[in-house]
C-alpha cells in the first residue's frame, strides 16, 4: 500500500480537529445518526475511525435540512456501503456530553440491509470495518456502544446518557 492513504488520513484528522471548534460554536446542539446493522447470525457492524481511537456504530452528524432517517441513510451507505431492505427502527436517543456538553446520538437497530459490492466501503475516515459477535467485541469498543448492545440483546434498561 503507498503512503498516500496515511497522509490523506492525516491530513483529514488536522483538518477535522481545527475546523471541529468552529461548527460547535455554530451549532446549539449536535446530533447524530447511528446505526446498529445487524445481520443473520447476530453479529453486529462496527468501525473504527482514522481520527480517533476505538469501534464504533456506522453514523455520523445529521445535516442541514435532513432528518434523522435521512442522515442515517447517508452514513451508513457513504461509510460502509449499507443501504436499507427494510424498517429501522429507533431504538433511543442518547446524550453524549463526554465530546461535547450539547452532543445527542439517534441510534437506530438496522436489520434489513443489503450492501454493494460484496466488501465494506472503507472511504475517507473509515479505517476498519468488521462484523463481531456481542460476545466477542474488539478491545478498544467505545462503552456507549457496548451500553447500547446490552440493551438491545441483553434486555439491560436504557441509559438516557452515551
Known sequence: MSAAPSRNAGTAR???AMLRPFWRMRRGMTLGAQGVVIDGEGRVLL????????WFFPGGG??????LETALLRELEEEVGVR?????????????????????????????????????FQRGEI?????????????????GTRRRLAEIFDGVALSARW
Open 14 to 16: 488536522l483538518i477535522t
Open 84 to 120: 436499507l431492505a427494510g424498517p429501522a427502527p429507533l431504538h433511543g436517543v442518547f446524550a453524549n456530553f463526554s465530546n461535547f456538553p450539547r452532543d445527542h446520538i439517534a441510534v437506530f437497530t438496522v436489520r434489513h440491509w443489503t450492501r454493494q459490492p460484496e466488501d465494506y
Open 47 to 54: 468501525v473504527r475511525h482514522g481520527y480517533r481511537p476505538g
Open 127 to 143: 479505517a476498519e470495518a468488521g462484523m463481531f459477535a456481542p460476545g466477542e467485541l474488539p478491545a478498544l469498543t467505545d462503552a
Open 62 to 67: 445529521v445535516e442541514w435540512g435532513e432528518t
